[in-house]
């Protein structure tokens, strides 16, 4: 039999070190993580803010985030759940709720650190690749840089709509156009119009038009929320138009009310070992009154 080098012996398992638990878990990425918050020393306490984007199967996340010794906190949220306040029906999950949401969390933002008027973005986007830029009179734009966790990034994912969400709305996001949609990678350009339907949800529309005529029956499953709430593909672009303007007219977060439940919900006390024991007794006292 040849000689088979021993890969894994007592050395190796005397100096192995376990991974950080939320790697083991798959959960965060820390070689990104450790370039999105080390901060330059020569800038202090300044926090370094990360636009933080992250998807569930019903609904988007998006928060600026900082981190501290003590762990990351968060200055503001959005989520597209309130999507509905502004007049989005369905589809809370799709580009152009990505980039309601980015927006909604940009304007919200802005209004907490009284920014709002200062910077108000690009209130009619057409799909071009545009940055803040810095107003010479006031302070410089609120910068934060996106944090897109364990998600892939190619090209054309919503994430890149949550970011160009936010930038539209006033933050500075530095970024380029290669991963929007209809980016061609031979001739190094963006195509604006196919970027601007994405953001109105016109490819949405197109899709609603194809499934209506090719298969019905999928067409009212699909976009059942749609057809109950009277949307149909001819009122998609309009009904997130006056979603981006009513974001802009108000961005402010609502809470929401608890409901709470209509009987109490009481929890059973234990007991000691005299109670069992007195409850047995008292079991067993019944048991032989009722021979």
Known sequence: MPFVKQQKNKAYFKRYQVKYRRRREGKTDYYARKR?????????????????????????????????????FVLAAAY????????????????????????????????????????????????????VEANEEGPRPFKAFLDVGLARTSTGARVFGAMKGASDGGLYIPHNGNRFPGFDIETKTNDDELLRNYIYGVHVAEYMEY??????????????????????????????????????????AKPVEKKKPAKPYRKDVALNKKQRLAKIADAKARFEASK
Request: charged residues 30%; contains cysteine.
């Open 36 to 72: 999105l918050v080390v901060q330059a020393k020569n800038k202090y306490n300044s926090p370094k803010y990360r636009l933080v984007v992250r998807f569930t199967n019903k609904d988007i996340i998006c928060q600026i985030v900082y981190a501290k010794l003590q762990g990351d």
């Open 211 to 252: 499934l209506e005529e090719e298969d019905e029956e999928k067409y009212k499953k699909h976009f059942a929320t749609f057809i109950k709430a009277g949307i149909t593909s001819d009122g998609v672009e309009d009904m997130y138009t006056e979603a981006h303007e009513a974001i802009r007219a108000d961005p402010s």
């Open 80 to 131: 597209s759940h309130e999507l509905p306040r502004y007049g989005v029906k369905g589809g809370l999950t799709n580009w152009a709720a990505a980039y309601a949401t980015g927006l909604l969390l940009a304007r919200r933002v802005l209004t907490k650190l009284g920014l709002a008027d200062k910077y108000e973005g690009f209130a009619e986007p057409d799909g071009t690749i545009q940055l």
